[in-house]
């Protein structure tokens, strides 16, 4: 499958060196940025560590020259100069830190870290709706209403497409979102709907993405993040368990690296000489009290995502169960959210993946089956009409594997599953999320 994406971004390689070494920068650029991104695919599925190699070093060299041509674009620029040259004149967009002039475009260690990062930015929609979110009223309308005035702004477009005259007076946009509450109740859904329904440059990062063996190189990929994010704006930058990077400061296991990153990430966060009204940056963890105080007091919204009440977990049952066959009635469905009080939306799923199991158990050990009026061979009890003595194998093995169908899921199956599952998350886990939300927090 994946030889596929290389295929394809050899293609717009092809096409896009052609538009190139023509002059034809305008059209050059998107066709070196699809090439990128089938590369960028291609690796994700690559095993051959020397393939890697030769692929991410040519994805670099493309890297760098889009990024030359988008320096000539942005200055106004289409194509080469009158004397036919076709070189890129490159202009960085910031100055290197720590001194003048220099030419990022041509800083082959910048451009492998950002290429690096590339693999953050998620180009396809995950196609997970704000309606697919059960519950997280409050949480929800946090992010898609402006809370400053205007209750018909989405948050995420407030956030992002705000600029410094559009909003007046002193109003201005939530820059930082964190979410926090007990594992599996939908903190990273909800990042997937922002992603679906933010129009803009959407970076999932973890903390494998930043964390680096190399001496000096993790901070620099943050400074990156954020770089990238600007020049892509409008933007939004997720970080998943942030507690993992941003752990209290001053603790025994703290690492050197580890200080560096905060302290990096602390000063991105401020946006100290840089406008990042376009470029909102959200978070989630479960441990919110493990985070770094200075680094909390960044996100100047802290929102709690609790367990599902009972609307939501009836709701998931719904979502989870699909168009799965099952004779269930909606009382039935109550029943299932008041016999699961303190599961999370994750306990929920993977009751749910249990119980689409029975099905196919029972058809597996039943010893009888009869035909539908569909033709279909269904398991049944031995005194039903029209049963027949015989096994699913049997009728795999004359050639009726096709036609077999397990019988639709029951309330029984939901109560043989939820006889043996408990819930993940403890009391004492809701007592500390709860203590956080009194002292910094807000009720999602």
Not at 194 to 218: H, N, Y
Not at 220 to 228: A, D, E, G, R, T
Not at 323 to 339: C, G, Q, V, Y
Not at 368 to 381: A, L, Q, T, V
Request: with cysteine; proline share 5%.
């Amino acid at each position: 499958m994946y030889s596929n994406f290389k295929e394809q971004a050899i293609e717009y390689v092809k096409q896009a060196v052609q538009e190139d070494n023509a002059g034809n920068y305008v059209k050059a650029f998107p066709l070196y940025m699809n090439a990128l991104e089938y590369f960028r695919t291609h690796l994700k599925y690559e095993k051959n560590p020397k393939i890697k190699e030769a692929i991410t070093q040519k994805f670099t060299e493309y890297l760098r020259r889009a990024e030359e041509i988008r320096a000539v674009l942005d200055d106004g620029g289409t194509g080469p100069a009158a004397n036919g040259d076709a070189a890129v004149a490159t202009r960085p967009k910031t100055k290197p830190k720590g001194g003048e002039g220099g030419d990022g475009g041509d800083d082959p260690e910048q451009t492998k870290l950002r290429a690096g990062l590339m693999s953050a930015i998620i180009s396809e929609k995950p196609n997970v709706k704000w309606n697919d979110v059960a519950g997280l009223e409050s949480a929800k309308q946090a992010l898609q209403k402006h809370q400053n005035g205007d209750s018909n702004n989405s948050i995420v477009t407030a956030n992002i497409a705000a600029t410094g005259g559009s909003i007046a007076g002193k109003r201005r946009p939530w820059r930082a979102f964190l979410l926090y509450g007990p594992p599996g109740t939908g903190k990273s859904y909800l990042a997937k709907a922002i992603a679906t329904e933010a129009d803009s440059t959407f970076f999932s990062i973890s903390s494998s993405d930043l964390v680096s063996k190399w001496m000096g190189e993790s901070e620099k990929l943050v400074s990156n993040l954020f770089q990238m994010a600007r020049e892509n704006a409008p933007s939004i930058i997720f970080i998943d368990e942030i507690d993992s990077l941003c752990g209290t400061r001053g603790e025994g296991n703290e690492s050197e690296a580890s200080r560096r990153i905060k302290t990096e990430l602390l000063v991105q966060m401020q946006g100290v000489g840089n406008n990042d009204q376009k470029v909102l940056v959200l978070a989630a963890t479960n441990t919110p009290y493990a985070l770094d105080q200075a680094i909390r007091r960044r996100f100047d919204k802290r929102i709690y995502i609790p367990l599902p009440d009972l609307k939501a977990r009836q709701h998931m049952f719904k979502v989870h169960l699909g168009d799965t066959p099952h004779n269930l009635t909606e009382s039935d469905f109550e029943h299932l959210a008041r016999k699961t009080e303190g599961f999370s939306g994750s306990d929920i799923a993977v009751c749910v993946k249990d119980v689409l199991f029975e099905p196919v158990r029972k058809t597996q050990d039943a010893m009888f089956f009869m035909k539908n009026s569909n033709d279909m061979w269904i398991p049944c009890g031995p005194k039903q009409q029209g049963a027949v003595q015989t096994t699913m194998q049997d009728l795999a093995t004359e050639g009726l594997a096709a036609k077999i169908l397990p019988p639709p899921i029951t309330m029984t199956d939901f109560d043989n599953v939820l006889a043996r599952q408990r819930p993940t998350v403890s009391k004492g886990d809701l007592e500390v999320h709860e203590r956080f939300t009194k002292e910094f927090g807000e009720e999602g």
